[in-house]
């Protein structure tokens, strides 16, 4: 499933238009991540926790020459699932 199914399935479910779902749909993926930019968390009960952490870094190799490269450190975007979400994939 990809943005537009998702949009398309919302708009049915709803009653909104598509493009107004496109506007809530692109509105809550800034939403998140302007929350993650600053590192705060985002809950959304039953569903889950996006989050982020950092990650330090590592000494790699080239898979084509075998040659030792540096990776440097970042910052991760993460996604916790949520029991409810949990349980209803699992049934």
Request: aromatic share 4%; charged share 30%.
């Amino acid at each position: 499933m990809n943005k537009n199914d998702i949009i398309n399935a919302i708009a049915e479910a709803t009653d909104l238009s598509k493009a107004k779902t496109a506007e809530v749909v692109d509105a809550f993926i800034n939403v998140v991540t302007k929350a993650l930019k600053k590192k705060e968390e985002v809950k959304l009960i039953g569903f889950g926790t996006f989050s982020v952490s950092k990650r330090k870094a590592t000494k790699g190799h080239n898979p084509r020459t075998g040659e030792e490269i540096k990776i440097p450190a970042s910052v991760q975007p993460k996604f916790k699932a949520g029991k409810t979400l949990k349980d209803a994939v699992n049934k």
